[in-house]
C-alpha cells in the first residue's frame, strides 16, 4: 500500500485529485493524508464524499510548519504537492503570501522529502511560469519567463524542485496545467465568478477587450494527468498538461452566458489587469507520447456540467462570494 500526503487537498483540483484516486475508479492501492491550511478557497467540506473512506486522514496545517510537515512525510511514500496561493489579482495586490506559501513552504516540503527519502514527489505548477506566447506553444524546454507575482514565486518552486532532483537525486517530477475549470471552484476563478453572477441574475466583470486567449482543462483530465505522472512519470522530467481548447476570453463569456440564459448587458467591462499576458497555450506532446495522455472532457460538456453543478450547488458557493 502506497502512502501518499496530498497537500491543499481540500482545494479545487486537489480534492478532485483525492476524491478520483480514493473513488470506484482508483487504483485502490494507495491511503492517502490531506494537509491543508484551510485557507479561504480551501473547504473540507470538498471532500465529504470520502469522509468516511478508510484510506482517509485529514491533518489542518501549514505546509511552512517544518515540524508538522517533518512528522507527516516520515510516514509516507509519494508526495503530490498542490498546495498554493494561485490568484493572479491576489499576488498583484500582495506578493509575501504568495513567496511565503509556493515558495518557502514547498522548500520546507522539499527539505523533508529529501530527509526520509520520500519515493516520488509530484509538483503540482502552472503553464503561467512561462509567460506570454504570441503564437505557437510551450513545450517543456520553454524557459520561464513569468510575469505576475504568482508566476514568478510558482517558477521559483519548479526550480527550487528541480534543483533537489539535481543535486541530491530527489525523484521529483513537475506537472505544468493550463486554465482548470470544473466543480468545486472558488468563485474569484473566471468560470465560476461569470457562472455564480449570472445566475444570480448580476453583472461579472470582463478584463480589457476580452483578447486574452487561454487553454482550458477539466480538473478531471487534469487529475488523472497527475495520476499518470505521479504512477508513471520519469524522475527529474517536466510535464505539460493541456486540454488542447484555447479559446478567447470573449468567446468564452459568450458560452457562459448562453448556457446561464444571461445577455452581454451582464458583463462589465473593467480596466484591464496589471501585466495581463495577452496569451498561453502548451505543447503537452511529451505527456501524450511517454503517459499515453489525451483530454477526454469537451469544452462544450464540461462547461454544461460545469453551469449544472452550480446551479444545483447553490448553498456550496454562495456564502463565498464577495463584491466584485
Not at 38 to 63: E, R
Not at 194 to 208: E, H, I, K, S
Request: hydrophobic share 35%; proline share 5%; net charge neutral.
Amino acid at each position: 500500500m502506497t502512502r501518499v500526503l496530498v497537500t491543499g487537498g481540500a482545494g479545487f483540483i486537489g480534492s478532485h485529485y483525492v476524491r478520483t484516486v480514493l473513488g470506484p475508479g482508483g487504483p485502490g492501492d494507495v491511503t492517502v493524508t490531506v494537509l491543508d491550511a484551510l485557507t479561504y478557497a480551501g473547504n473540507q467540506a470538498n471532500l465529504a464524499s470520502v469522509a468516511d473512506h478508510p484510506g482517509l486522514s485529514f491533518v489542518h496545517g501549514d505546509i511552512c510548519d517544518p515540524e508538522l510537515v517533518d512528522a507527516l512525510m516520515r510516514a509516507h511514500d509519494h508526495v503530490v504537492h498542490f498546495a498554493a496561493e494561485s490568484h493572479v489579482d491576489r499576488s498583484i495586490d500582495s506578493a509575501a503570501e504568495f513567496v511565503r506559501t509556493n515558495v518557502t513552504g514547498t522548500q520546507v516540503l522539499l527539505d523533508a522529502a529529501l530527509r526520509h527519502r520520500a519515493g516520488t514527489f509530484v509538483h503540482i505548477s502552472t503553464d503561467e511560469v512561462y509567460g506570454s506566447i504570441d503564437q505557437g506553444s510551450w513545450t517543456e524546454d520553454s524557459p520561464v519567463r513569468p510575469n505576475s507575482p504568482y508566476a514568478a514565486s510558482k517558477a521559483a518552486g519548479d526550480l527550487l524542485a528541480l534543483a533537489q532532483h539535481r543535486t541530491h537525486g530527489l525523484d521529483v517530477r513537475i506537472t505544468r496545467c493550463s486554465n482548470n475549470y470544473g466543480p468545486y471552484q472558488f468563485p474569484e476563478k473566471l468560470i465560476p465568478l461569470f457562472v455564480t453572477r449570472l445566475l444570480d441574475g448580476g453583472q461579472a466583470p470582463l478584463y480589457g477587450d476580452g483578447g486574452n486567449v487561454r487553454d482550458w482543462l477539466h480538473v478531471e483530465d487534469h487529475v488523472r494527468a497527475v495520476e499518470l505522472v505521479r504512477t508513471r512519470g520519469r524522475p527529474g522530467r517536466v510535464y505539460n498538461i493541456g486540454g488542447g481548447t484555447p479559446l478567447a476570453n470573449r468567446d468564452l463569456v459568450d458560452r457562459l452566458l448562453r448556457a446561464c440564459g444571461a445577455s452581454w448587458d451582464q458583463v462589465r467591462r473593467v480596466e484591464d489587469r496589471k501585466g495581463h499576458d495577452r496569451r498561453y497555450s502548451v505543447d503537452h506532446a511529451r505527456i501524450t507520447r511517454e503517459l499515453g495522455y489525451r483530454p477526454a472532457v469537451p469544452l462544450s460538456t464540461g462547461l454544461a456540467e460545469t453551469v449544472a453543478w452550480y446551479r444545483a450547488h447553490r448553498t456550496w458557493w454562495a456564502p463565498l462570494l464577495r463584491p466584485v
